[in-house]
Every structure is written in C-alpha cells, then in structure tokens.
C-alpha cells in the first residue's frame, strides 16, 4: 500500500433535491477554501497528492458527483444535471470566496456554477475540461445502446483494489500516471460487494456520461465567468480517429481567449491527466489563485 496521507479528511454526505452526495473535506481556514471536482469515472479521493501539495492551513472539499464515488447512483446523467448538483452543493454547504479546481468534466462544471453563482467564487483552476470549441458542439443523435458503448464493457468486479493496481499500473493510460495516485484511483475507486469490490463508478453510467452530449454546450455561459482562471490543457486531439484516446486533450485551445479573465497554461508534455501526473503542478496554480 502507499504511504499515508499528511492529512486525513472527514467523509460527509448531503442530500440535494433528487441526489444524495459525498463529499471529503480537510479542514483549515474558511477564508482559504478550495473545492476539487473530479473528471468521468473517477472520483473526490483522486485530488489526495494534489492536496498533500497544498498548505496545512488550506481547508479543501472534494466532491463526488452523482454516479460516483459513494455519491448515489440515480440518474439522470447529463452534463448540465452535474453542474446544477454543483451549484446546489456550493448552496447548501454554504461555499464562498472559494477557488475551485475541476478536472475534465469537473472543469465543464466549475464553468458551469461559477457562470451560475459568481459572487461566490475567487478563483477557477479549469484542468484540461471538456469544453469544445462553438463549432464542434452539434445535436447529436446517438443510435449507439448504453451497453454497447466501450467504456460500458470495461471489468468492473475485482478481488482487492491491489489486484486493480497490479492490473492497471503498466496498461495506457494509467501507465502515465503517478503510482500513489494510481493507489488512490484503486483503493477509493471500488465499494464492498459479495465477492470481493466492484467500480465506485459503475461502468454503464459512465457510459452514459459520454454519450449524454445534448446538455454539454456551455459557451455561451464564458463570458459570465469574470473571474481569475487558468486554463491548464495538454497536447490536443488530432483528427476524428483519436476522439476515444483519453489521454488527449479534448479542450479548446481558444478557451483562455474566450473567457474575460483567463490565462493559458499549455502543457505539451502532459496528457489528459494532469493531476494524476502532476498533482504540484495543479496545487501551485491553486496556491497562485489565492494571492
């Protein structure tokens, strides 16, 4: 197993209008308060290397969203159903002046509430999110099943989280990745079940989540969101062949321009899964957001 954390958060549950979330939080300083969204198919304890980065005193919530973690798993599952449980969390748990760091379809729903609730937000840390350019945002009429799409085969019972590690850490994409962040994704990333753990994120909603494109267009939210923002994104998709390479970046790189206030961090080097390869890189954004 890896090393413990320096810090160890306090799990809490929430229940919203038709959800019932849990969420982590470390305590500290309330005027110094960070919220972490997670990306599809993962979940809150993903940020635990990037928190570790952050100072003693820094009180951060991370949220499971629906569907995940051990959030409930009714639906409905799309893109603006996770924004609106966003901005519902931030209501009822009080949040202000926060920074908030999402990543990929965390980062669509801290556009999404920051758009929605702007006077309780300092600072937004957008870690390559899944926010297209205007034109590629279509009606799209999937005739695709649920249970055909491929993220909706992948395995989904396991005997231990190890065995999960073992199985994933020399596969791509989770080869890129920080071991002690892949121990994290493994150990937090399954519940108990009869015969051994299955996925915290059962592998058919996230399928859905994919293929619940119709609510995903937030560009004409952008220019609601004034505040301070870093746009950390890494190399860009080429061509439609790579559209299921997770580890591309699916975000518009135009995005920084499009927003009031933003600044563009590109970082070649680096896929998709910036936090799980370089939790300090995203902590000292968090930490610059502060000042």
């Not at 969420?23 to 304890?45: I, M, N, P, S």
């Not at 058919?204 to 994104?233: C, F, W």
Request: proline share 8%.
């Amino acid at each position: 197993m890896h090393e413990p954390l320096q810090r160890t958060p306090t799990q809490h549950h929430i229940e919203l209008v038709n959800a019932d979330l849990c969420y982590f939080e470390w305590e500290g300083d309330q005027e110094k308060t960070v919220l972490l969204l997670h990306a599809t198919g993962f979940h809150a304890r993903c940020w635990d290397k990037t928190v570790d980065k952050l100072p003693p005193n820094t009180r951060v919530i991370a949220l499971d969203m629906r569907g995940h973690g051990r959030s409930s798993k009714a639906g409905p599952f799309e893109w603006a159903d996770f924004g609106e449980d966003t901005v519902a969390f931030i209501d009822a748990i009080n949040l202000r002046n926060i920074v908030v760091a999402g990543h990929s379809m965390g980062g669509h729903c801290a556009v999404y509430a920051a758009a929605n609730r702007p006077s309780h937000f300092r600072a937004l840390v957008l870690v390559d999110p899944v926010i297209l350019a205007p034109d590629q945002y279509v009606s799209q009429e999937h005739g695709l099943d649920v249970n055909e799409h491929p993220v909706a085969r992948r395995r989904n019972k396991w005997q231990t989280p190890s065995e999960m590690f073992a199985r994933f850490k020399d596969r791509h994409p989770f080869s890129l990745w920080r071991e002690d962040v892949l121990h994290d994704y493994c150990d937090y990333g399954v519940l108990p079940d009869d015969d051994g753990f299955k996925l915290a994120c059962p592998p058919e909603i996230e399928a859905q989540i994919y293929l619940g494109t119709s609510q995903r267009d937030i560009y004409h939210l952008l220019n609601k969101v004034i505040h301070p923002t870093v746009v950390m994104r890494a190399k860009p998709r080429e061509g439609v062949r790579q559209t299921m390479d997770f580890a591309a970046s699916p975000t518009w790189p135009g995005l920084a321009s499009a927003l009031p206030s933003a600044r563009d961090c590109y970082l070649p080097e680096l896929s998709h899964f910036i936090p799980m390869q370089r939790p300090d890189l995203v902590a000292a954004e968090i930490l610059a957001a502060r000042l």
